[in-house]
């Protein structure tokens, strides 16, 4: 790592809100998130020295480019300041945040504002999936599919199942426990849900197959919501410690990031990990994490307290816990059965309630995933908390496993 960041302070939306019912816009969305989030850091918008956004499709889903032009809108102070968008599908976010970082680390600006912001919740269920299809390849992947994603991730499940085994009852258990640690999420888009047994089984009526073997269940969220984060080089940390009250060691830190992307192409990808004798079915993905590991000076998941993985489908955190190390290649099905994963046990993931449980607007995630991280280790994760939280990893995909982005946030 270079030169420290640190977090400041964020905030995200309300997950459940359906933005467009409501009558607001994009710019209402990202307002919101961002004023919010100086207010949980304690800082006057005068502060903010620059502001990157991380969004995936807005003009497909809104008809609107040019994010950074909203700023001056959302608040007078910020007009002026030099703003850059970031797009990575469902990693935009991230990028919003290694961008932000590298600004920090060149001595470019000292304090530097991260929005990811998302609105899908405002066209048909069939547009939204080909919206989001355009993060895979245009005219040569899931051919015939109505809904792109899930029959994309259902190809990897069935991969996986063909490499090691998959029991179904392992990726209904994880959409258990992300439900139910949204339970706990007063900014969970299923909070107010209501589940029972056949939800999470392969009950056809209960829980619908939606493209090949993904079921209901099995899929994260389409949701509208912004996330907001304040990253701060090490004297303007500092300065706002003493200004605020705070030790600089108690605000949390971007310790290690990983960054890798793979072929578009879900079938390259597959093809070139098939000839690999390491059993990483996904090595770029494992890459970033080890990355970040590095970076961060922890030798690996025994040094990490809690997890905020990609969700988008089960199948997808099946994956994470594997190649963050949690389990070896094959076996993440015994962290599953053993609660490892689960809020209370060693390796607890997504105690948000991730992607499934607390929701997916697209350009958001990783940022929303940075704030989360971050609260866990100041123990202001709430009902969500993980006991004595000191270092958390992140892991926050594009497309089919091709954008990989992981962070260590520790205090």
């Known amino acids: 790592m270079g030169a420290d960041v640190f977090i400041l302070g964020g905030a995200q939306t309300d997950f459940a809100r359906n933005w467009t019912r409501e009558g607001h816009d994009l710019k209402a969305l990202m307002g919101e998130a961002f004023l919010a989030g100086l207010d949980d850091s304690r800082l006057d918008s005068s502060q903010v020295e620059t502001i990157h956004i991380g969004n995936f499709a807005g003009e497909l889903f809104c008809g609107q480019g040019l994010l950074g032009g909203f700023m001056g809108h959302i608040h ?76 994309m991730f259902s190809d990897i499940a069935e991969e996986y199942d063909s490499r090691f085994g998959l029991e179904r009852a392992h990726l209904a258990e994880i959409s258990r426990i992300n439900f139910a640690n949204a339970k706990r999420n007063p900014r969970a888009q299923s909070r107010g849900w209501t589940f029972t047994d056949a939800s999470f089984s392969e009950d056809d009526e209960a829980n619908p197959v939606i493209e090949g073997c993904m079921r209901k ?77 590095a970076r961060a000076g922890v030798s690996g998941p025994d040094q990490i307290d809690a997890f905020e993985t990609h ?29 490892r994963i689960a809020l209370g046990g060693r390796s607890p993931v997504n105690p948000s309630g991730g992607l499934i449980g ?54």
């Open 358 to 411: 607390l929701g997916h607007p697209v350009g958001a995630t990783g940022v929303r995933m940075a704030l989360d991280a971050a609260r866990q280790v100041q123990g202001r994760a709430g009902d969500c908390q993980v006991e004595g939280a000191r270092n958390v990893a992140t892991y926050n995909v594009g497309g089919s496993a091709t954008a990989n982005v992981s962070l260590v946030i520790g205090a």
């Open 76 to 151: 007078p102070e910020l007009e002026g300041l030099p703003t850059m968008r970031h797009e990575a599908a469902c990693a935009s976010g991230s990028m919003a945040i290694l961008a932000a970082m590298a600004d920090i680390e060149s001595g470019r600006y000292g304090v530097a504002a991260v929005l990811g912001v998302e609105m899908m919740r405002n066209v048909p269920g069939q547009r939204a999936a080909e919206h989001l299809g355009a993060a895979a390849w245009a005219g040569r992947e899931a051919l015939g599919a109505t809904y792109v994603w899930p029959a």
């Open 311 to 339: 969700d988008c489908f089960s199948i997808t955190e099946l994956a994470a816990i594997e190649h963050f190390g949690i389990t070896p290649p094959g076996r993440a099905g015994e962290a599953v059965e053993d609660g």
């Open 217 to 293: 269940s099995d899929c994260g969220q389409v949701t509208d919501g912004a996330a907001m984060i304040v990253l701060a080089g090490a004297d303007a940390a500092r300065a706002h410690a003493a200004r605020t009250g705070q030790r600089l060691e108690d605000i949390p830190r971007i310790k290690g990031w990983g960054h890798t992307t793979a072929p578009l192409l879900l079938e390259a990808k597959l093809a070139a990990s098939r000839g690999r004798n390491d059993g990483w079915m996904f090595p770029w993905m494992r890459k970033a994490m080890t990355d970040a590991y």
